[in-house]
């Protein structure tokens, strides 16, 4: 089992930034893909971000060039710094973590944090 848990959510002006951070413990394999998926007011989750456990990355659209994702595999933690936040930035932000256990594909999911873009 994994769990996972964020922090650093909260309520910022348009044109802010915040930065997101999610500890993960348990039972953590050394080749994994660790993401931030968020979920609107209204509409269904999707992927903000994705890191490898060798640090390649991916980005939606819509979050490049504001958003960046990192890692700290000695930490086991995962952050995504947020810049240049928009209304439509706000949602809840869920940490993941995807590894194979015993050849099965696993996901385990944070709580969630809400992010909150308005003036």
């Known amino acids: 089992q994994v769990q996972l848990v964020e922090s650093g959510g909260g309520l910022v002006q348009p044109g802010g930034s915040l930065r997101l951070s999610c500890a993960a413990s348990?039972?953590?394999?050394?080749?994994?893909?660790m993401g931030w998926y968020r979920q609107g007011p209204g509409k269904e989750r999707e992927l903000a971000a994705t890191?490898?456990?060798?640090?390649?990355?991916d980005y939606v659209d819509s979050v490049k060039g504001r958003f960046t994702i990192s890692r700290d595999n000695a930490k086991n933690t995962l952050y995504l710094q947020m810049n240049s936040l928009k209304p439509e930035d706000t949602a809840v932000y869920y940490c993941?973590?995807?590894?194979?256990?015993?050849?099965?594909?696993?996901?385990?999911w944070g709580q969630g944090t809400q992010v909150t873009v308005s003036s």
């Open positions: 890191i490898t456990n060798t640090g390649g990355t």
């Open positions: 348990g039972n953590i394999f050394s080749i994994n893909v």
């Open positions: 993941s973590l995807q590894q194979d256990e015993q050849w099965v594909p696993r996901t385990y």
